[in-house]
């Protein structure tokens, strides 16, 4: 499989390491804070985010179809492991398998990407996805934790802080109840651009969270157009946050999106310090 020696050249090569290759093992952005601005239920959702977290927090208030479009080609097969860890593991021990401390492994977490996990999830895995399991699989056999690690950002808020951006970590009993819930969901994978990806189909709600730093004015512009066609009649975008220079400079912004229904609207942050902004869009029947 070429993805294998992709992922050969991320672990072994530092020169060949590509950031677009990295997996956010958790979501580091308060999901929660813009969740219940939305009309999910029932509904669809586009949304970016190789942690898959936009996926569980929209599915645990039930949006039932459910797009990822990530440039990042292991966003699918981390959702399998991850998917298949909240089926089979606690929260606890959710958390510490696949969370990698604030900047770095935690070498007192012995859980973390713990091989013996990995041996009694695998054949769940591998029923919910062989192409998932079979590059987890050759990677617990043929790297140690620190290495696999590698794959990661670890750039990643703190475990409290995760907690309190995913509705569906907030207690045991959520935890659990996105269980039953996610194993009715179908959820679709686009390992593509956002920008001018085509979906051949329209979606209710899309989340472009989080991205906007990785792109200029002239993608911003080209990946919100783009995702308007996208988007159905009354349908709503999430569009980054406020904070970004580029998505908060004003005369870009007048111009950009002149006429347009866009509400900038302050949701708490990931720690319960501060406040972000976002922009949100509403796209109006014509
Ligand atoms: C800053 S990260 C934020 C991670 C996100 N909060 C999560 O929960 O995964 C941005 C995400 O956008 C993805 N991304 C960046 N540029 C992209 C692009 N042009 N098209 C599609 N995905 C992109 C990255 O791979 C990453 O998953």
């Known amino acids: 499989m070429d993805i294998i020696k992709e992922i050969e050249e991320q672990l072994i090569d530092k020169h060949k390491h590509n950031i677009f290759f990295d997996i956010y093992s958790f979501s580091n952005e308060n999901i929660r804070g813009y969740v219940p601005l939305f009309d999910l239920k029932n509904k669809s959702l586009l949304t970016v985010g190789s942690s898959s977290d936009q996926v569980f927090n929209a599915a645990y208030v039930g949006c039932d179809d459910i797009t990822v479009c990530d440039i990042c080609p292991l966003t699918e097969y981390y959702y399998y492991l991850k998917l298949t860890t909240l089926l089979m593991y606690g929260r606890?021990?959710?958390?510490?398998?696949?969370?990698?401390?604030?900047?770095?492994?935690?070498?007192?977490?012995?859980?973390?990407?713990n091989k013996e996990i990995y041996e009694k999830e695998k054949d769940m895995l591998k029923r919910l996805s062989y192409e998932a399991?079979?590059?987890?699989?050759?990677?617990?056999?043929?790297?140690?934790?620190?290495?696999?690690?590698?794959?990661?950002?670890?750039?990643?808020?703190?475990?409290?802080?995760?907690?309190?951006?995913?509705?569906?970590?907030?207690?045991?009993?959520?935890?659990k109840r996105l269980r039953n819930i996610i194993q009715n969901i179908q959820v679709n994978f686009i390992n593509g651009n956002i920008i001018n990806q085509e979906y051949g189909r329209k979606f209710d709600n899309i989340w472009l969270s989080n991205v906007a730093h990785f792109l200029n004015q002239g993608d911003v512009l080209e990946m919100f157009y783009n995702s308007d066609n996208a988007l159905s009649d009354n349908g709503e975008m999430?569009?980054?946050?406020?904070?970004?220079?580029?998505?908060?400079?004003?005369?870009?912004?007048?111009?950009?999106?002149?006429?347009?229904?866009?509400?900038?609207?302050?949701?708490?942050?990931?720690?319960v310090h501060e406040d972000n902004s976002i922009l949100k869009y509403t796209k109006k029947k014509r």
Not at 161 to 166: A, L
């Open 133 to 175: 399991y079979y590059i987890w699989d050759y990677l617990f056999n043929n790297y140690d934790r620190e290495t696999i690690a590698k794959l990661f950002r670890n750039d990643i808020n703190p475990i409290k802080d995760i907690i309190n951006s995913n509705n569906y970590l907030s207690s045991d009993k959520d935890y």
């Open 238 to 271: 999430l569009l980054s946050y406020f904070w970004h220079p580029i998505i908060s400079d004003k005369d870009f912004l007048s111009e950009a999106f002149n006429n347009m229904d866009i509400d900038q609207i302050v949701i708490p942050g990931v720690s």
């Open 92 to 113: 606890d021990d959710y958390l510490k398998y696949l969370c990698q401390s604030f900047l770095g492994i935690d070498h007192s977490n012995e859980l973390f990407l």
